[in-house]
C-alpha cells in the first residue's frame, strides 16, 4: 500500500463465499470444485428421451414382450415431447426396438404417462 508492502495473518484476512446463479460449488480441505448445472435445450430434449425409454420399456415388460420383440409406437401430439423424439429419435428407436414410430391427435386404449412437465398417452404394438 502506497509502496509498501504490507504483510496479513490468516487471522486479519475474512473469506466470503457467495453462490453464483447457475454453478454449484463444493469446498473441502482447501479444494474448491464449480459445476456448471445449466440445463441446455438439448440435454433436456435428451433427459426427456431417456424418460419415455424407460416408460417404453417398462409396457413392453408389462405386456410380456420378449426382448427382441420389434415394435410399433404411437405417441399422443405433445410438442415438447415431440421435439425431443424427433432429436434423439434413432436413439430411441435403437434403444426400444421400434419399428414405426407415430405422432397422433388422439390415441385410444393408451397409457397415460407423465413426467417432469409432459402428459401424454403411449401405445406399443408389436411390429408385424
Do not use: C, H, M
Not at 480441505?29 to 433427459?47: H, N, P, Q
Not at 413392453?60 to 434423439?88: G, H, M, P, Y
Amino acid at each position: 500500500i502506497n509502496d509498501k508492502l504490507v504483510s496479513l495473518s490468516v487471522d486479519e484476512v475474512e473469506i466470503k463465499t457467495q453462490d453464483i446463479e447457475g454453478w454449484l460449488v463444493a469446498n473441502q480441505d482447501g479444494l474448491t470444485v464449480a459445476l456448471d448445472v445449466t440445463i441446455s435445450d438439448t440435454l433436456k430434449k435428451e433427459g426427456i428421451a431417456r424418460e419415455l425409454i424407460n416408460r417404453i420399456q417398462n409396457l413392453r415388460k408389462e405386456s410380456d414382450f420378449e426382448v427382441t420383440d420389434k415394435i410399433d409406437l404411437e405417441l399422443e401430439n405433445n410438442k415438447q415431447l415431440e421435439d425431443a423424439v424427433r432429436e434423439n429419435e434413432n436413439y430411441i428407436k435403437n434403444e426400444t426396438l421400434i419399428n414405426n414410430l407415430n405422432f397422433s391427435p388422439n390415441i385410444q386404449n393408451g397409457t397415460e404417462i407423465a413426467f417432469d412437465d409432459i402428459q401424454t398417452k403411449i401405445k406399443i404394438k408389436k411390429a408385424d
